[in-house]
């Protein structure tokens, strides 16, 4: 009885260990993690993530964003530290290069990412070395330009504007009827970088082609298209609402969500986040308009975020990273991204299917303008102060301290010398 029994026993024991390794095999795999400063996309990326799994069940990803304003030094620690995720959100040129010459991200070829030779080198390039090396499979890239309320608009017969002097007009007639043309201030030197400077100079240099002259030192901050670009942001600035100097990025988004101004300057990513927070909100768009009739438009344009490989992922892990990443480069994986992370475009040029209409529409829009590389960062974050805190600063003596256009052109001259030289 006893031996029946211990047969019986030892029959279940081993029935279980077979089962419990079944399970192993089939359900543990490989975890990633990956890090980004995007926490209010969590949902949308663990939808993304899951459906990736889906494809490759022995692949599971866990999504651990951090707070944007804190993202860069946590990251920095935990990378020093050994404790950084599998992969990583980078930013664009000089700062994501600092990690890349730091030794904390692999450099990535075609055959790691198959993927990459189907991307257009101009999405590549803010992670792609002078020499060559590729260390950022590209993420996602956005358009600077304006959210305008449609029912604010129709109400006083207003149209999007086609020329700078259109859009002047439009704000005089808000003005005029008692609305705040813009949700903006310029307590934030990102936004006023980004989406003041960012979306007005494109149209004040005319063409894209002065922002590579400008990365060439072929001109300078007292070329007259940069001070036209200050002319016109003070001539804007007297659209802002009062108090505009302490109005910072979270106050300019709830001004226009709960329609107390009419135009809302800032990217497109902002669109799931408008649509959601408040969906009767009848939403437009607009790039900047040019200076002319009947010229093209010349329009704010900026890669977001890249992916990183942490460089001490190896073995098994390594390859499933590779295969992540390429996944999310693809059609598919790029489609995905495009319907979940709403406002945000990925750089697939056959990724074109978009649910939103307004995502759609603004992408049909930015397929036809020419795209002006946001200024901010590529070179003239490499040091400091960089142009972020030289514009945001500048601009605040053109409007606050009453400085003429060139007299904050020369400022910015000063303040990033170190360019120059």
């Known amino acids: ?76 620690a935990s990378l020093q530290s050994g404790r950084a995720a599998d992969i990583m959100f980078l930013r664009t040129y000089g700062v994501g290069r600092q990690i890349f010459d730091a030794g904390y991200v692999i450099p990535l070829s075609e055959k790691d990412i198959p993927n990459l030779k189907a991307l257009p080198d101009s999405a590549i390039n803010p992670w792609r070395t002078e020499g060559g090396i590729v260390y950022g499979v590209p993420g996602s890239s956005c358009y600077g330009g304006f959210f305008y309320n449609k029912d604010i608009f129709a109400k006083y017969g207003l149209t999007e504007p086609q020329t700078y002097a259109e859009f002047l007009n439009v704000c005089k007639v808000l003005d005029r009827n008692g609305v705040t043309p813009f949700a903006f201030g310029i307590k934030d030197s990102w936004m006023v970088a980004e989406y003041l400077s960012g979306n007005v100079l494109p149209a004040a240099a005319v063409s894209s082609d002065w922002h590579r002259k400008l990365m060439n030192k072929e001109v300078d901050y007292r070329d007259p298209a940069f001070i036209k670009h200050f002319e016109m942001i003070k001539e804007l600035a007297q659209f802002f609402p009062k108090g505009y100097e302490g109005i910072g990025y979270n106050d300019m988004q709830q001004i226009f969500l709960t329609e107390r101004a009419a135009i809302y300057p800032v990217g497109t990513w902002e669109l799931n986040f408008l649509e959601t927070t408040n969906p009767d909100l009848n939403l437009g768009w607009f790039f900047m308009p040019p200076l002319k009739a009947g010229d093209q438009i010349s329009a704010n344009f900026n890669m977001i975020m890249g992916y990183g490989i942490n460089s001490k992922v190896s073995g098994e892990k390594l390859e499933a990273a590779k295969t992540y990443l390429n996944w999310l480069a693809d059609v598919k994986g790029s489609e995905l991204f495009g319907n979940e992370v709403i406002g945000q475009f990925a750089s697939h040029p056959n990724a074109t299917k978009l649910d939103n209409a307004n995502a759609a529409d603004m992408a049909a829009r930015g397929a036809k303008v020419d795209k002006f590389q946001q200024i901010p960062y590529e070179k003239l974050s490499d040091r400091s102060p960089d142009y972020t805190a030289a514009i945001g600063e500048a601009v605040y003596k053109l409007l606050v301290d009453n400085y003429s256009a060139k007299q904050a052109a020369d400022f910015m001259m000063n303040a990033q010398s170190w360019y120059f030289d």
Do not use: C, H
């Not at 029946?4 to 081993?14: D, P």
């Not at 795999?29 to 990736?52: H, M, P, Q, Y």
């Not at 692949?59 to 990251?75: G, K, N, Q, R």
């Open 1 to 76: 009885m006893k031996k029946a029994l211990l047969i019986a026993t030892l029959v279940v024991l081993s029935v279980g260990l077979i089962f419990a390794q079944a399970q192993t095999e089939k359900g543990a795999g490989i975890k990633l993690t990956v890090t980004s400063w995007r926490v209010e996309d969590a949902d949308s990326w663990n939808r993304i993530n899951a459906e990736f799994t889906k494809e490759n069940p022995n692949i599971t990803i866990s999504y651990e964003p951090i707070t944007a304003t804190e993202y860069d030094s946590v990251l920095m």
